[in-house]
């Protein structure tokens, strides 16, 4: 049930998200947002037909798109890589994670969520209830289980398929399962001891199978990549978006084998990325605080080989070459909280060089586009859904002001005022 309403801020993100309206007025009526205007200009007598909500001395954004979480995992900081051993926990008990963590993303300001990998028996039953009013949540877009092969990355929560004929059945499977995406591992991960991270998972035939697939199915496809060989594959088979793109040499002496050309092609191809750097800031915080103690990597990635600062150069020259980047955390993975969504712009800030506006676009309307719902949310526009998030102080001067979400509108209503939650 949503009323018409107003809310008023200090400062309203204009629709590109590039800049601030001084003393705006959002309107909206029936969830959606009707429209933007100084608060001078409203019509005496709109507090008859809309609640009007004064926000104050806030930063009013549009809701954080959130496009990488697994929303049954713990978010664990476990700090040798098995946590794949909390991945055996029951389907009822990851459902009832899974409900907590859509809540306390939607309190910190996500509006809307990407899942890109979980049991399909427990995303989809939560995004039914989500959806129906059952509990709170963000909009929420789902990969269902992700593809990998026998014993690959994520196999213990994912649907193992090794041929392309196997791959586009699996394809087949999570779309009949509901999904909205599709999600692929080109390469091994970091939690799973039986995959390799320096090498790819499929060649790219498999892979552009899976593409063709996907497009005829009308879903987005997105791949894990943490291998340089991974990342070349997923850019040849047209793959939508490359997640981490760590660009590691297969040699295990070896550092990164980043390849500008690859870059180059990707951007050509309209290919986005998701650098997953929020979490480092995450890790950091939580590491300086004496909270946990830093990771083992994997027994095939040496961190002394590669220092975080390499894996930042090749993903800022990924964007002077024209590669977009979309703003997802990996939320359950470790250091991947659930109410940490705003890190995102944070890294994108402090790793990236970005400035702190084109951190906040890529936090909204940009990875709404990526996400293909820029019609739908992820702006401050008239015409769009509701989806709010406000800040105290100034995100545009202070990156980390996002993290200080005061209030939440999903779909016009207000489920968090002043820092106090009322979902
Ligand atoms: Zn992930």
Known sequence: MTENAVFTAARVANADANGWLPDHAVVVEDGRISDVAPQSSLAIGIADTHAVHDLGDVSLLPGLIE????MHA???DDPVYTQYAAFNDTTEFFIMRAVDHVRTALLSGVTTMRDLGGPADVVFPVRDAVRAGVIPGPRLQLAGAPITTTAGHCWFFGVEADTADEVVRAVRNQVKLG??????MSTGGMFTPTANPR???YPVETLRAAVVEAERLNVQIVSHCLAADGVRNCVEAGIHCLIHARWYDSDFSKGLAYDPEIARMAADKGIWADPTTGHIMVGDLRIKAGDVAPRVPHWAVSAITVPEDEHDAALRDMRERGV???TGLDMG???GEFDMS???AWSFVELLGFTNWEALAASTVDTAESLRIGSETGAIRPGLSADLMAVSGDPAEDIRDLLNCTDVVMEGRLVKRNGRALV
């Open 324 to 326: 977009r980047f979309v």
């Open 67 to 70: 496009a990488h979480a697994h």
């Open 74 to 76: 713990a978010a664990g």
């Open 342 to 344: 705003a890190a995102n």
């Open 333 to 335: 993975m470790a250091h």
């Open 199 to 201: 090498s790819a998972q």
């Open 179 to 184: 999904a909205d995406v599709i999600k692929i």
